[in-house]
């Protein structure tokens, strides 16, 4: 019997398919957080056309809400995805932005009206509010307490401080041409910005950042390799913790108030951000751009939810669900090994 003459490349035609299929999956592996946000623009985007005829994209307030919205989470993720980048977790930034808030209003009431006043508030809530940060990253890395068990602890502790701070947990309110300042117009973004573009230049230009994912993707060859994971572990904490207080300032700035219960639900969201930006919960990987563009998806969905008079507790309900479809996403991609 007489062979069929091969024909050339029918190899690499017959793989193709499959070759075609893993590329896509990379594809929208990598670029699927980035995908869904323009999905979602879109979709307010037409809702505004038809039913009010205006857009929701080509306005200054809806993008100012939209920026400030995403301002806030933005500041506790930035410590957060150094957090999580090492394969841990914070619990205790929401009730640390609490505590570090009331703190700035009780400051700053010190100084009196005086713009100076800021000056002295700032750096005294950071001193105070980085304090759980260094006991968390003790806890975890001096006594190997679970991540998730020793910053919970500290919640609930940072909770406590910051009702008592505030004077059995009343709201203190504080007046003030410098906070007001800071809090005013696009300025709270704008802080974030800078911050943003600060921390993404550590984690991905520097050694510090080499040793943050060095840590995250296996410990043990990291402390091999001669870096001292229990110090680069308690200053990680502390770095969050220092965020949060930003994240706290930022929110007297804006309300000319500080509470204990400040953005109670920023915990969730900072940890949404973090996680729908493609970092993943077992370490080693994730990136302040990805962070970024998690937070925006989290803001257009509570704005966008809001403008088309939703009721605001589906809020919760969306966010919950696009943080399920990003560890879905991510345990998809490991399994493929894109």
Known sequence: MQKSPSLPGLQS????????RIDYADLVGRFWPWL?????????????????HRSFLVNAYNLQSIALAASAPMLLAIGQTFVIVTAGIDLSVGFVMGLAAVCAAQ???LGGASAWSLCLSVPLTIAVSV??????????????????????????????VGFLAAGSGMTVS?????????????????VTGVLLGLMHFILSR??????????GGNEQSAARAGINVRRHLIVIYMLSAAFAAVGGIVYTARFSAGSATAREPMLLNSI????IGGASLFGGTGNLIGTLIGAL?????????VFINVDAFWQFIAVGVVIIVSVLIDQYKERLGV
């Open 13 to 20: 035609v017959t793989r193709l398919p499959w070759t075609a």
């Open 36 to 52: 869904f946000l323009a999905a979602l623009c879109l979709f307010f985007e037409v809702w505004s056309q038809v039913t009010q």
């Open 107 to 109: 400051f700053t009431l």
């Open 131 to 160: 304090i759980p940060g260094a006991i968390n990253g003790v806890l975890v890395a001096r006594y190997r307490v679970p991540a998730f068990i020793g910053t919970l602890g500290m919640y609930g502790i940072a909770r406590g």
């Open 174 to 190: 504080v007046d003030n041409p410098g906070l007001q300042w800071l809090g005013s117009g696009w300025n709270p973004v704008i």
């Open 206 to 215: 520097t050694r510090f950042g080499q040793y943050t994912y060095a840590v």
């Open 272 to 275: 949404a951000a973090v996680v």
């Open 297 to 305: 998806i989290i803001a257009v969905i509570e704005f966008g939810l």
